[in-house]
């Protein structure tokens, strides 16, 4: 893989971005002329595709072209596609299947799944040594990414399909080279694309059917009717997917990829394994992360759903003290809580702050949060006076994974709760 640019970056990506290929490739070849050409030709492919990345949607599109034969159609395609040997090496290869899997991501129109296809038997014809994040890419691409093919139930059928087959050959391609295939980032890769498969819609929730199969936790039936085809279909492809899991002893260990499961697994309104989930960590003698808590409020609060944040309230608010170290009700967390409390309760915060002789449950509950907050302030005030603290360090790293791995609001906006259940999807 290519080395890391250094202080140059900036003003490369600025070049890039202002379309000044020429000038890029010339800063590229002063600044790292003790390179070789291929490593000097992959830095600045790596420059291209970072910088097609994080462009708007229109945009990206627009410098993509008209697909993936399309070498000249736009002046980044030529400068892209220029680089490139007559025999490319496998760090080409990568940069073709990024730039393909970037088209897909932004939804280029030009760009289709069955261009993954093409690139693999390609890649195999020409007898490169296939780098490993190659292949990864491509799969997470074919998984993940190509989405906007999904305009007609027809299609979606085809392209389930075709995906299936394109992900068997990548993961066998992968197992005979000697590359680990059963790890957790493939098997989050494949709950992703179980749950994204086709548009899905979260069910509605009928209050007098609900059925708690226990307290702790609550476990409630997707609807008050049987699921709909497409749903039993993905829960079983789910078990299917976890019962692997379980054969082959694999754990999802980082917190970003449990988020990334408990996502999919509410947006397909599959509580019970979601709850189940949940309680992996737990079974395995494992600690959960304030993120990890925190996504889990954030997920039951997007809901909506009073019961639901009643019961998920009362039964993981007590779980953070089990947790080893114990879980503090502070910062992004305590936020989280907050706006689960707000559907639980929806006269909360009011009554919080106009009745201080009130003592009910929820009322102390979101009082500890304030204090939380409060607290959390007054160390961030202190933090100047002890920088050189390693503790203090210790709690900025935690900090920054907070931001990193969730998403949260700051304003808990119009907190009316909802009995009949969420009408949007937990995304």
């Known amino acids: ?12 990506l600025r070049l890039i971005d202002a379309g000044e290929y020429p000038k890029a ?64 090496s496998a760090i080409f290869w990568h940069w073709r299947v990024k730039l393909c899997s970037i088209a897909l991501k932004h939804g280029s129109p030009g760009y289709k799944s069955i261009d993954l296809v093409h690139l693999l038997r390609q890649m195999l014809l020409s007898d ?10 491509m799969l997470e691409a074919n ?19 075709r995906r299936q087959n394109l992900t068997r ?58 699921p709909d085809p497409h749903h039993r279909r993905i829960r079983c492809q789910l078990d299917r997917l976890q019962s692997l899991m379980n054969h082959e002893a694999v754990t999802i260990m980082r917190d970003d990829n449990r988020i990334r499961v408990l996502t999919i697994l509410a947006n397909v309104a599959y509580w019970d394994s979601f709850w189940d989930f949940w309680a992996i960590p737990a079974r395995e003698m494992l600690p959960r992360s304030p993120a990890l808590y925190e996504a889990m409020f954030s997920i039951v609060a997007r809901t909506r759903h009073q019961d639901m944040c009643c019961h998920t309230l009362r039964a993981r608010i007590p779980e953070m003290n089990s947790e080893t170290p114990a879980v503090p009700l502070t910062g992004p967390l305590a936020r989280a809580v907050m706006r689960c409390l707000a559907y639980a ?3 909360i915060e009011h009554d919080a702050a106009t009745t201080p002789s009130l003592r009910g449950e ?23 006076e002890d920088v050189d603290d390693d503790d203090d360090n210790d709690d900025g790293d935690d900090d920054r994974l907070l931001q990193r791995t969730t ?9 009316t709760p909802s009995r009949a259940g969420p009408d949007v999807q937990y995304v």
């Open 407 to 415: 998403a949260t609001g700051a304003q808990l906006g119009d907190a």
């Open 143 to 161: 998984l993940c990414h190509a989405r906007h093919e999904l305009a007609l139930p027809l299609d979606a059928e085809f392209f389930d399909k």
């Open 345 to 347: 309760e929806p006269n």
């Open 169 to 226: 050959d990548v993961l066998d391609d992968m197992e005979s080279r000697g590359f680990q295939v059963y790890n957790e980032d493939i098997f989050v890769m494949l709950h992703e694309a179980l749950g994204t498969a086709t548009p899905v819609q979260p069910p509605t929730w009928i209050e007098h059917h609900y059925v708690f199969k226990s307290p702790l936790p609550p476990h409630l039936p997707a609807t008050a009717s049987l």
């Open 25 to 88: 490739s010339r800063m590229i070849n002063r600044f790292y002329s003790h390179l070789p050409s291929d490593d000097r030709k992959g830095l600045e492919l790596r420059a291209m595709t970072n910088s097609v990345l994080n462009l708007p949607r229109e945009e990206a599109v627009a410098v993509l072209g008209k697909g993936i034969s399309d070498y000249v159609s736009t002046p980044f395609l030529q400068s892209f596609y220029n680089l490139f040997p007559p025999s490319p």
């Open 128 to 137: 490169v040594d296939i780098l490993e994040e190659t292949l990864l890419t």
């Open 1 to 12: 893989m290519p080395v890391a640019l250094e202080p140059e970056e900036d003003q490369l």
């Open 362 to 384: 929820w009322v102390r509950l979101w009082r500890r949060c304030e204090a939380g907050l409060s607290e959390e302030t007054a160390v961030g005030d202190g933090d100047d």
